[in-house]
């Protein structure tokens, strides 16, 4: 698949050009975009500050990340900076989600919608090389890796997307101020959106617990996930890190480490669109976005409420209306 524009580049001309235009004309004091990381196999988190440093900014299947992260209270740079940013489908639910409860102020923000039509699992190919992958390339349905001895491999990019991407229902963005080219078209069949999820469900209690043990006892409580999280915003202050009061234990073992997840799973629970920026942090590789996608999966049956839809809706747990479909299922 690419781009409903024909080519990656063009795309990231359009960007490039918005962040220039932003720059100049003093509409933004920087701008939050995609540049390249320490080789061609990787895509980084980018701020640029002067319009001479634009093309810096790059655009292609391996920027997975979820830039609205920076827009987290206290992460501003001056506190009152005007702020430009560039996000995909998933990452405008979070900002959409971010305004609906007013955690970051609309009228300092850029908004750079980007179109898009999948993100490679850069974590899934750098491990068709024992040794290190230099070099990652994107033409049509092709992925080429090459490993620091020259070596190349191509695969099927369809069987190397992020597993989210996979079942994306809003490739194109719910907010922006401009867009970045042509909406791409978004897919009729929504039946894949809970699939792991309803696998998961179609299990034994014993093996459900025996999955969730095996895949918590991993985790080193490093916190990268809830770092990483766009609306996780209290993460300066977070309750699983509090001693005083103690309210999760901070012993590391599967019980534990299963409940600080719930704890976060609830607390941004109605505002998570599954972007999968605590997966790609996790350096144990926990699939942690289907523990929210679960909870959203409950939400849309129970609720009829996605998160980062619409932004003149009001956020599940701030409404209630006696038609609700709670609890008939």
């Not at 004309?25 to 895509?43: C, Q």
């Not at 994107?138 to 190397?160: C, F, H, M, P, W």
């Not at 719910?174 to 897919?187: H, I, Q, S």
Request: glycine share 4%.
């Amino acid at each position: 698949m690419s781009p409903a524009n024909g080519n990656y580049e063009e795309v990231e001309q359009r960007i490039r050009e918005l962040a220039r235009t932003a720059l100049e004309e003093g509409r933004v004091d920087y701008f939050i975009g995609w540049t390249a990381g320490y080789n061609e196999s990787e895509v980084i988190p980018g701020f640029v500050r002067s319009a001479d440093r634009v093309d810096a900014l790059v655009w292609n299947p391996l920027a997975a990340y979820n830039l609205t992260a920076f827009l987290k209270r206290k992460m501003p740079d001056p506190p009152q900076a005007k702020i430009g940013l560039a996000v995909k489908g998933c990452d405008s639910r979070t900002l959409v989600s971010l305004l609906q409860e007013e955690l970051v102020d609309r009228e300092r923000l850029y908004v750079v919608g980007v179109p898009c039509e999948g993100i490679v699992n850069r974590r899934a190919v750098s491990k068709v090389f024992a040794n290190e992958v230099v070099k990652i390339e994107v033409e049509d349905d092709t992925i080429s890796v090459t490993n620091q001895d020259g070596e190349t491999k191509q695969l099927a990019r369809e069987e190397y997307l992020l597993d989210h991407c996979r079942s994306c229902k809003y490739p194109n963005p719910r907010y922006f101020d401009d867009l970045a080219g042509e909406a791409v078209t978004e897919p009729e069949d929504q039946a894949p959106m809970w699939r792991e999820i309803e696998e998961f469900e179609a299990l034994p209690e014993a093996e459900k617990d025996r999955l969730m043990a095996e895949a918590f006892e991993k985790c080193i409580r490093c916190y990268a996930c809830i770092n990483a999280c766009p609306v996780c915003y209290c993460w300066d202050n977070c309750v699983c890190r509090a001693r005083q009061p103690k309210l999760v234990s901070q012993k590391v073992n599967a019980q534990e480490n299963l409940m600080f997840q719930m704890v976060h799973m609830f607390h941004v629970a109605g505002r998570c669109p599954s972007c999968g920026n605590c997966d790609r942090a996790c350096p144990v590789e926990i699939p942690l976005y289907l523990l929210h996608r679960k909870m959203n999966k409950e939400l849309k049956e129970m609720l009829d409420f996605e998160p980062g839809i619409d932004l003149e809706q009001k956020p599940v747990f701030q409404t209630f209306d006696v038609n609700d479909p709670f609890g008939q299922h």
